[in-house]
Nanobody, 115 residues
């Protein structure tokens, strides 16, 4: 069974940067779209950023201009570059891959922004 594996979370101070990465456990397993979601304590999971196979990008208003999503050409990995982090960005970040109508999710990685 193919899984998505995230990495790169951690504890940073406000204004600092982090880079999250996500890859399928089977390197030849590609997706038609990939995205990052996050869930803060007591809140619903929300879309942060997404990218399609054609390169169409979509960002939540709260991160637009600060975060950048990218993917490799084969659509097997995705990266989320997070700059100018704020305390309200604190959450568990999840990677999602879409292959046809089937969704695949990672286990999540914690991002904490605190002074």
């Amino acid at each position: 069974q193919v899984q998505l594996v995230e990495s790169g979370g951690g504890l940073v101070q406000p204004g600092e940067s982090l880079r999250l990465s996500c890859a399928a456990s089977a390197s030849i397993f590609s997706f038609t779209a990939m995205a990052w979601y996050r869930q803060a304590p007591g809140k619903q999971r929300e879309l942060v950023a997404s990218i399609s196979g054609g390169g169409t990008l979509n960002y939540a208003d709260s991160v637009n201009g600060r975060f950048t999503i990218s993917r490799n050409k084969a659509m097997t990995t995705t990266t989320l570059q997070m700059n100018s982090l704020k305390p309200e960005d604190t959450a568990v970040y999840f990677c999602r891959g879409l292959r046809g109508s089937i969704e695949y999710w990672g286990q999540g990685t914690q991002v904490t922004v605190s002074s």
